[in-house]
């Protein structure tokens, strides 16, 4: 495994949240969680069935005393809060703070993420205690995030941070594109039966609407397999089958 | 208030998430929440008190029966899966459906993102009636998130992307898209003249041959022009019209 920080969650009060944690850094690869002093009991049930399916992150999550003890070990150290204060600290958004952390990381460097309890927050000395702060620029007007969310967007800036899908959209498609030619033969057929029904018969408008039936059949990107489907489906419009 | 996405949770189970989109969604701003078929009864107190003061996003939040009545007056439908099933449906990180969200809004369209029930995510009909499909690129071990969690990534993207430049976005039509009411009003009649012909006979076979027709058909992009000109292609073809 690469390293990667550590999650350090600060006198967390809900064992639900210690379980969302949990299963957000899984999302993100992150499996280095520490807990100071949490209020549930632990190990802890409600946690685990939160967790579903990143049990194994709480079960190897060790127990602190102190944000001191819990940090020891570290070289860089953040802190998440949603009130920078005056700290004389710098701030940074997840973004960069993740690039931070890839740098830092990469350099054989020991990294960990600080979180405050859920209703207050990091006390200031642990605050100061951290490199850095790192705070989500969100809406203003309401900006606390939940436990589980703030860690999921530290941790999902992270895993982007090293994400190599390409930038270019994806096109999802077990089948290969159609070729012209066999476009071109489906519309000549529609075409054909469209003559043959009377809708083209206005010859001023013809080829216009020609156009544009070809442009939203063009459009639509379609593969072999639809082609074939479209071939299907006009059969059968003009086709009165036998029911059976 | 400016255009926004709305935000639409299918069956969702349990009202601890919906309270927790709400909060996430009010986080990033936005406000207009649907929702479809809640498995908890409604209003709900648990809902309200896990929203931690973004009771106002639930208390405004209208039901819906189905996907189709609550994505009717839609234009663009956006659908969220941790799978991305075999529909060859364009695909998009959320920063890139963000992106695409925020040109689509300053053109004056109505958008919305679809998610799934937390169990089992969104059936291959819902997703077959979205225009795009959003995928989070994450841990592939272990991918499936918690529903807020969701919720929020596809909203702090959007919120993240108020700050880019719009996209230069060549459109390819002048005229507006289509509603999904207009689009699956011509896909229902379509269905009914294919199940008369009996192109749709094999029972086993229906329902995976409806939804990639509907998929052909949304990836089109269509106009509600284009959609009155496939109706009387439709009636062309399934009408024997006197030659003149």
Redesign the interface.
């Known amino acids: 495994m690469s390293a990667q920080p550590v999650i350090i969650l600060v006198e967390p009060q809900l064992a639900?949240n210690i379980g969302?944690v949990a299963?957000?850094m899984?999302?993100?690869?992150l499996t280095a969680l520490r807990l100071v002093q949490p209020r549930p009991e632990w190990p802890n049930e409600r946690a685990r069935v939160n967790a579903?399916?990143?049990e194994a992150v709480l079960d190897s999550a060790p127990l602190f005393r102190s944000v001191a003890d819990a940090t020891a070990d570290l070289q860089r150290v953040y802190a998440t809060t949603a009130r920078p204060r005056d700290l004389s600290k710098l701030i940074m958004t997840p973004p960069q703070a993740a690039a931070e952390m890839r740098a830092e990381l990469g350099r054989g460097e020991r990294v960990g993420v600080l979180f405050g309890p859920e209703r207050s927050g990091l006390v200031n000395d642990d605050v100061a205690r951290a490199d850095t702060v790192i705070a989500v620029?969100?809406?203003p007007a309401?900006?606390?995030?939940?436990l589980?969310?703030a860690v999921?967007?530290v941790a999902?800036e992270w895993?982007?941070a090293a994400?190599a899908?390409p930038?270019a959209?994806?096109?999802?498609?077990?089948?290969p594109p159609a070729s012209k030619a066999h476009l071109a033969s489906f519309l000549t057929r529609?075409e054909a039966?469209?003559d043959a029904?009377?809708?083209l018969?206005n010859a001023e408008m013809r080829p216009s609407?020609v156009r544009?039936?070809h442009a939203?059949?063009g459009?639509?990107?379609?593969?072999d397999q639809?082609v074939r489907?479209?071939h299907?489906?006009?059969t059968?419009?003009?086709?009165?089958?036998?029911?059976?």
Chains 1, 2 share one sequence.
């Open positions: 639900e969302a299963r957000a899984l999302n993100c690869g579903s399916g990143a620029p969100l809406n309401f900006s606390s995030l939940n589980g969310q999921l967007l999902y895993f982007k994400d899908t930038l959209v994806l096109h999802h498609n077990s089948s529609l039966e469209l029904s009377g809708f018969r609407m544009n039936i939203l059949f459009r639509a990107e379609l593969t639809e489907t479209l299907g489906i006009l059968a419009l003009v086709t009165k089958w036998p029911k059976d």
